[in-house]
Nanobody
Framework: QVQLVESGGGLVQAGGSLRLSCAAS???????MGWFRQAPGKEREFIAG????????SYADSVKGRFTISRDNAENTVYLQMNSLKPEDTAVYYC?????????????????WGQGTQVTVSS
């Protein structure tokens, strides 16, 4: 069984930065990991993913060049560094893990989810 716990969300001004962390318990070192977000009234969307060894990453166009995903398998933690934040980045951010090492962007392909952490960017 895998449990994921996000932290690091909060309120930040536009142009600022935040770093989200996702602490995992259980066997995740071989899992493809992703970050998703969901704004009010919108569907949950994939924003970043990382392969089991960190060698491959993927980003949504909306965050490319501003967000960076990384992982530390020794610490069982995945990070999302968010820079140049915009008001449209306001959402609940979720960490997710697959039972597979293969890349996917659909939320329905992820097997484990954290509880989410709120990120609010003020203008």
């Amino acid at each position: 069984q895998v449990q994921l716990v996000e932290s690091g969300g909060g309120l930040v001004q536009a142009g600022g930065s935040l770093r989200l962390s996702c602490a995992a318990s259980g066997r995740t070192f071989s899992s493809y990991m992703g970050w998703f977000r969901q704004a009010p009234g919108k569907e949950r969307e994939f924003i970043a993913g990382i392969s089991w060894n960190g060698g491959s990453t993927s980003y949504a166009d909306s965050v490319k060049g501003r967000f960076t995903i990384s992982r530390d398998n020794a610490e069982n933690t995945v990070y999302l560094q968010m820079n140049s934040l915009k008001p449209e980045d306001t959402a609940v951010y979720y960490c997710a893990a697959r039972s597979s090492r293969f890349y996917r962007t659909s939320q329905f392909d992820y097997d484990y989810w954290g509880q989410g952490t709120q990120v609010t960017v003020s203008s």
